[in-house]
């Protein structure tokens, strides 16, 4: 018993130290935005569980919940290309800032709002605030922590940190709810408030801490947006492909999350404490099995990975459609943790397919093509709801998932070992 004691606290003494070095190693720039964006996520499981609920509400149906976001979704995507070149020339700083007020505007617009129609002002300031701040923290993140770290860093970031936050917020929220009147306009609407007070408080955290680093070397050039983003393709293989992969990797943001919690809520009869739990469930499964994966992901490679992560967010559809009981609604809400461990794994690839000096460049034009996608589908998604039935806007993403990305990614090459350095890498 004693010895092994011993070896559990010798295990554990291990790890403490090692996540210690990890963190001494890691550039200021980085630890800012970590800080960030775990108040952001803080504030948005507070909403996430009510969103859509809300939006429907104030009257809008299935197919008009997709018109909103994806509204949101299109003035997102297009502005993508545009903010990634700004970044590369005047640096992430200043667009960081201007995505974090729009995000405070969108929790404004949305406490005030009296019918879903004035929720497509807040969804999209919303999706541009969104967008437009992790871009600029994905472009921070990619050139700060080196190949080695990248995977671990970026998961350490999007889900340990944030998740931490993440399973506090649904819990706080359910309380609001309750103490507000439960699942209703009224209940709800005091989680914008909060989440407006929240993001302020990030803006004053980047604004005072976050350097005004830059990273492309752009000289005297004359600017050229056509070019400049035309120069992206033309300096790595496999561009191409990752796009399509990058654009069906964030399908769930507009064509299952949006609906999740309304299925669950009118179909499944969730009440507040148990849409709660499946987002307080979503963040556990992030913050106990992101580092593990992560370092895995850093030692044998991004693709394995995720070729274990994506059939658990399978699983999850599945188990949401089958949900004969709130056992399974829980169950299914935890398996979506995969898909937020999967998406930073999918990250990592992404920004070790090009040189730091072209990083804003190439996430926005991944970002277009996500967003345009993801836009379309919601659209979709939300004609499906009311025509076909709920539970097949589910069982589709799985259908696209599996038929579409999941060849494209085994035909690309694993990017562990690229050669391209940041300055994070020596």
Request: with cysteine.
């Given at each position: 018993?004693?010895?092994?004691?011993?070896?559990?606290?010798?295990?554990?003494?291990?790890?403490?130290?090692?996540?210690?070095?990890?963190?001494?190693?890691?550039?200021?720039?980085?630890?800012?935005?970590?800080?960030?964006?775990?108040?952001?996520?803080?504030a948005?499981?507070?909403?996430?569980?009510?969103?859509?609920?809300y939006?429907?509400?104030l009257?809008?149906?299935?197919?008009?919940?997709?018109?909103?976001?994806?509204?949101?979704?299109?003035?997102?995507?297009?502005?993508?290309?545009?903010?990634?070149?700004?970044?590369?020339?005047?640096?992430?700083?200043?667009?960081?800032?201007?995505?974090?007020?729009?995000?405070a505007?969108?929790?404004?617009?949305?406490?005030?709002?009296?019918?879903?129609?004035?929720?497509?002002?807040?969804?999209?300031?919303?999706?541009?605030?969104?967008?437009?701040?992790?871009?600029?923290?994905?472009?921070?993140?990619?050139?700060?922590?080196?190949?080695?770290?990248?995977?671990?860093?970026?998961?350490?970031?999007?889900?340990?940190?944030?998740?931490?936050?993440?399973?506090?917020?649904?819990l706080?929220?359910?309380?609001?709810?309750?103490?507000?009147?439960?699942?209703?306009?009224?209940?709800?609407?005091?989680?914008?408030?909060?989440?407006l007070?929240?993001?302020?408080?990030?803006?004053?955290?980047?604004?005072?801490?976050?350097?005004?680093?830059?990273?492309?070397?752009?000289g005297?050039?004359?600017?050229?947006?056509?070019?400049?983003?035309?120069?992206?393709?033309?300096?790595?293989?496999?561009?191409?492909?990752?796009?399509?992969?990058?654009?069906?990797?964030?399908?769930?943001l507009?064509?299952?999350?949006?609906y999740?919690?309304?299925?669950?809520?009118?179909i499944?009869?969730?009440?507040?404490?148990?849409?709660?739990?499946?987002?307080?469930?979503?963040?556990?499964?992030?913050?106990?099995?992101?580092?593990?994966?992560?370092?895995?992901?850093?030692?044998?490679?991004?693709?394995?990975?995720?070729?274990?992560?994506?059939?658990?967010?399978?699983?999850?559809?599945?188990?949401?459609?089958?949900?004969?009981?709130?056992?399974?609604?829980?169950?299914?809400?935890?398996?979506?943790?995969?898909?937020?461990?999967?998406?930073?794994?999918?990250?990592?690839?992404?920004?070790?397919?090009?040189?730091?000096?072209?990083?804003?460049?190439?996430?926005?034009?991944?970002?277009?093509?996500?967003?345009?996608?993801?836009?379309?589908?919601?659209?979709?998604?939300?004609?499906?709801?009311?025509?076909?039935?709920?539970?097949?806007?589910?069982?589709?993403?799985v259908?696209?998932?599996?038929?579409?990305?999941?060849?494209?990614l085994?035909?690309?090459?694993?990017?562990?070992?690229?050669?391209?350095?940041?300055?994070?890498?020596?």
């Amino acid at each position: 018993m004693n010895t092994t004691s011993r070896t559990f606290g010798r295990a554990a003494v291990n790890l403490l130290g090692e996540a210690m070095e990890f963190l001494h190693r890691q550039q200021r720039d980085w630890k800012v935005t970590v800080a960030r964006t775990s108040l952001d996520k803080f504030a948005y499981q507070m909403v996430f569980p009510y969103l859509s609920i809300y939006i429907v509400a104030l009257g809008a149906t299935g197919t008009q919940l997709g018109m909103v976001n994806s509204i949101g979704m299109i003035v997102a995507g297009f502005c993508g290309p545009f903010t990634g070149w700004l970044i590369d020339r005047i640096g992430p700083k200043k667009i960081y800032l201007l995505g974090i007020g729009f995000v405070a505007f969108s929790y404004l617009a949305f406490s005030l709002a009296q019918h879903w129609e004035m929720t497509i002002l807040a969804m999209i300031c919303h999706w541009l605030g969104f967008a437009t701040s992790i871009h600029s923290c994905a472009t921070i993140c990619g050139n700060c922590l080196s190949n080695r770290d990248r995977a671990t860093g970026m998961l350490l970031c999007e889900t340990v940190a944030a998740g931490l936050l993440g399973v506090v917020g649904p819990l706080l929220a359910a309380w609001l709810v309750t103490l507000c009147g439960g699942v209703t306009i009224g209940g709800i609407r005091p989680l914008f408030v909060s989440g407006l007070i929240v993001t302020l408080g990030t803006f004053l955290v980047v604004w005072t801490q976050l350097s005004e680093r830059t990273w492309a070397h752009v000289g005297n050039s004359r600017p050229h947006l056509v070019k400049d983003i035309a120069e992206v393709f033309r300096g790595g293989k496999n561009l191409k492909r990752w796009v399509a992969i990058s654009a069906i990797t964030q399908l769930p943001l507009g064509m299952v999350f949006p609906y999740t919690q309304v299925f669950a809520h009118s179909i499944k009869g969730a009440n507040e404490f148990i849409l709660g739990a499946m987002v307080t469930g979503s963040a556990v499964v992030s913050i106990v099995c992101a580092i593990p994966l992560g370092r895995l992901a850093d030692r044998i490679g991004r693709k394995r990975v995720l070729y274990l992560t994506m059939p658990l967010f399978w699983l999850s559809n599945l188990m949401l459609v089958a949900a004969p009981s709130p056992v399974f609604l829980l169950l299914a809400g935890m398996l979506q943790g995969f898909y937020f461990i999967g998406g930073p794994i999918a990250s990592a690839i992404e920004r070790e397919l090009v040189p730091p000096e072209q990083m804003g460049r190439w996430l926005g034009i991944n970002r277009f093509f996500r967003m345009v996608l993801s836009a379309i589908l919601a659209l979709t998604a939300g004609i499906v709801w009311d025509k076909i039935g709920p539970q097949y806007i589910f069982l589709a993403f799985v259908a696209v998932d599996l038929l579409v990305r999941l060849p494209l990614l085994v035909s690309i090459p694993e990017t562990l070992h690229v050669s391209l350095k940041t300055d994070a890498d020596g």
